[in-house]
């Protein structure tokens, strides 16, 4: 393990300083200026299409493709990976979380637009994803594998490998269980699921997912009301380390960027290509409404749930020297110190329910691009039973071998996307134009190819 962290730490620290956060952070404000600040001015419309019924029996609802984004969106991340940032960035990296994700709003908005208008037809189900567009799109069909390989590899495998891991670190921490043991339960329940398909897939996190959310960011509240008058301290302190002259001096502040963007990434996945995996799964009457919806999950994500474990982190005071640890055993304290012993039972439970459907989420992400790969079931059946190999590896495996890991490959899926949807950025910008026009009209919109000039590969969408 020791190689391979000396491998990628280094190709993470190029990657990530001097490629990726500069290229997130120029597409989303391009992305925003392009859209007319869609993340703001259609916000109540988010809210409305994401409740929106299925226009039909095909495919599945937007509410259901929220809550199987949402599934791999909440997980770890929003829980060990918030309390990592802070631990390794400070107080600050929360602001660059926040950054990342209001201008990952319309990067999402873009991007899952696209899976819409390219998604294809699989039997009463739709799907498609980045390695769809590339293909459909641009021809690009030997990228679409590359990416198709690559976004298996890293939600399958090395994103489950870390979901696991923070499971199996929070339960041997609170209950002393052993990994080995906590896998092999995870590997279990793992494959009782995804052996059923999408739908129960689909039945799974739309249960799962907003019920525990809803928990979580109540415990949250309750944190913050109970310490009302250190919170304007709080924001203080967060905008101050973002910006600070001590942070500057002392090389804090690069850190305290590159650790939001990293963890803010890792949480929303805004730009990452996998979302449009999900995006492209509803039935909808016009691919725009998921590209709100799937804006309104980065929300979602960041600003309420990863918000939720930064304030209870930062209240508590315990991230500063290191000795009450870092990632989902810093959570554990930070909100045990607050509410009493309890609360280190309760993060288990939670980190549990939420990094749980993460792996469903993910597993899913990965069987829609081994279907584009190959479509056959000896390959759907070899890629599950590596899932369930990856998922007792990695809770066993280090902590930063696995963060390591994940930051390496979704930087790598990252930056391939956002080439992508740079180029294909005119055709959602005519596709959201069109959303507007109908909508000002006060028609309920309807999407069809024949009315955006140049359109082709978009066999849904062409009746």
Known sequence: MSFINWLVGP????????????????????????????????FKEMLRVTVEKNPGNDGVSAFQAFTISAASRVGTGNIAGVALAIAIGGPG???????????????????????????????????????????????????????????????????N???????????????????????????????????????????????????????????ALYVVAINITKVPEMFSLIVQSAFGFKEFAGGGL??????????????????????????ATANVTHPAKQGLVQSLGVFFDTIIVCSATAFIILLSGLYAGGEHGDGVILTQHSLALQVGDWARYFISVAILFFAFSS?????????????????????????????????????????KTVWG???LFMGLMTIINLVVIAVLGNVAFKVANDFYRQLKEGKDPIFKAKNIKGLKGTDCWDD
């Open 11 to 42: 190709m993470n620290d190029f990657i990530w300083t001097y490629i990726l956060i500069a290229f997130l952070l120029a597409l989303g404000v391009y992305f925003t200026i392009r859209t007319r600040f869609i993340q703001i001015r259609l």
């Open 254 to 279: 690069g850190i305290a960027i590159m650790q939001g963007a990293r963890r803010g990434l890792f949480s929303n996945e805004a730009g990452m290509g996998s979302v449009p995996n999900a995006a």
């Open 359 to 399: 792996i469903i989420g993910n597993y899913y992400y990965g069987e829609t691009n081994i279907e584009f790969i190959q479509n056959n079931s000896s390959a759907l059946l070899i890629y599950r039973l590596l899932v369930l190999v990856m998922v007792m590896f990695g809770a066993m495996m280090s902590m």
């Open 405 to 407: 890991l994940a930051d």
């Open 93 to 159: 990296a929360v602001f660059w979380m926040w950054m990342i994700a209001l201008l990952g709003m319309s990067t999402a908005f873009i991007e899952s637009t696209l899976a819409q208008v390219y998604k294809v037809k699989d039997g009463d189900n739709f799907r498609g994803g980045p390695a769809y567009y590339m293909k459909k799109a641009l021809g690009w069909n030997k990228l679409g594998v590359i990416f198709a390989i690559l976004l298996t590899i890293t939600f399958g495998f090395i994103f």
């Open 161 to 219: 490998s870390v979901q696991s891991n923070t499971i199996a670190q929070s339960f041997s921490s609170v209950f002393g269980f052993d990994t080995a043991i906590i896998g092999g339960v995870l590997v279990i329940a793992t494959g009782i699921i995804i052996f059923g398909g999408v739908r129960r897939v689909v039945r799974f996190t739309q249960i799962c997912v907003p019920v525990m959310a809803i928990f979580y960011v109540g415990i």
